[in-house]
C-alpha cells in the first residue's frame, strides 16, 4: 500500500523550472499509486489557500529562487497557510535554482534561505516537514546574462529530473530525503542580500521591464502573468509593483517585444546617490528632534520611501517617453535582453503557463510525457 493517499503540490514558476520538476513529481506518485494534484499558484486568492489535508495526505511546495529567497507569492501562500492542530500534515518543499553547465561541469545555484525560511513557517504551523531538495535547472535570470540554448538546458534538466524522480521516490514510499544543507554556512551568510532583495530587489527588478516599438498590444505578456502585474494601458503593457521579476513576459511575448531596460537601471543607481545625500540630511536634522533617528534608523526611513517614490514617479515618466519611437529605440537597443534568446523550461510550452481556470488541472491530469526530451525513462 503506498504510504501517501494523496500528493497535492503547490507551484510558482516563472519559466516553468519549478512546473517541471511538479510533474516529474507528480509522474512518480501517479505510477506509485497515489492521486496527484499540481496546482500553479499563479493569482490564487486567499480564499483558495489548501485546507488542512488528512494525515495520509502529502503536501509539496514548488517555487524558483529569487534573489536567495522565496518568491513573495510563494511566502505569502505558506504564511497563510492554514495552522495544523492534532495530528501533523506531512510536507515537502522543493527550490528550482539557477544552474550552470560549463562542458562537462554542471554548477549549482545558491539556496539563501530559500528553504529554510519556509521550512521554519511550516514548522510554527504544526506542518513536518520530511523532505527538502533543491533542483539546479538553467537559469532563467536574463536580466544578469543570456539563457543557455536547447541542448544545454536540456542536459542540464535531464541531470536534475533523475534526482528529482530519486527524491520523490523516496517520500512517497513514506521516507525522508534531506538535501540543500551542507552549503547552509554559506546560505545563512546571504541572509543579508535576502533580506534586502524583499524590499528593494523584488520592486526594483519590477520597474526595468519595458516593451519595445515592436509590441502590438496584443495583452498576452498581461494574460499570462502569474501576479497579475502588468497592466494595459492605451494598448501598451505597464509593469506594476506587483511585480515578481519571474521572467515570464519576457519569455512568452510572441514578438520578443519584452525588455529589461539596462540603461534605465544605471540612470536609476546613479540617481541613488543624490537622494542618499538627502537622505543622511534628513536624518542628520531628525536626529536633533530624537537622537536615535540621528543614524541609519533615520537614514533608511527616509531612503526607503524616498527611492520608491523615485522609482515610481520615474517609471511612470518613463512609459510616457517610450511612446516616443527614437525614445524607445533609444531604451530597447541598450537593454542586454534585446540581445538574448528567451527561456522556458525543457519540456514546458507557453500553453502550459496559461493562468490555471482549473486550478486542479496539473500533471496528474495531463497525458503529456513530462521528461525532458531524449530520456529514457527510470527503471
Ligand atoms: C529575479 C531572479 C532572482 C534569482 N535569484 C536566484 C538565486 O538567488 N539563486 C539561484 O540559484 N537562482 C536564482 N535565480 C534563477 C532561478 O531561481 C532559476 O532559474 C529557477 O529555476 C527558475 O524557475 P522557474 O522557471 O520555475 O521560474 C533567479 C532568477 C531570477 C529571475
Ligand atoms: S505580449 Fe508582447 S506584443 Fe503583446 S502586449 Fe505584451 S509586450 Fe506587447
Ligand atoms: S510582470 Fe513579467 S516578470 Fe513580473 S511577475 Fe508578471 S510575468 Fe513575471
Redesign the pocket.
Known sequence: MPAYQELSMYCFS?TGNALAAGKWIAARAVAAGTGARLTRIDRLARAEVPAPATGRALLGFLYATHGFCVPWLMLRLIVRLPRRAGRAVDAFLVNTRGGTKFGPVHLPGLSGVALLLPLVILWLKGYRVVGTRPVDLPSNWMQLHPPFGESTAAAIAARQWVAVERFADRLLAGGRAWHGWWTLPVDLALLPIAAGYLPFGRFGL?KL?IASAACDGCGV?AR????A??RMDRDRPY?TF?????????SVCPLQA?QSSHSYLAVLILSFGPLAGLAHAAAAALGRLWAPLGGRLGFWAVFYPLAMLWMWLSYDLLARALRVRWLNHLFTYTSLTRYCRRYLAPGIRTRDLRPPRDPDAGAAASTEDPRPRGQAPAA
Open positions: 516563472g519590477a521591464q505578456c499570462l502573468c502569474p501576479a502585474a502588468i509593469w506587483d511585480c515578481e521579476a519571474c521572467m515570464r513576459c519576457l519584452v
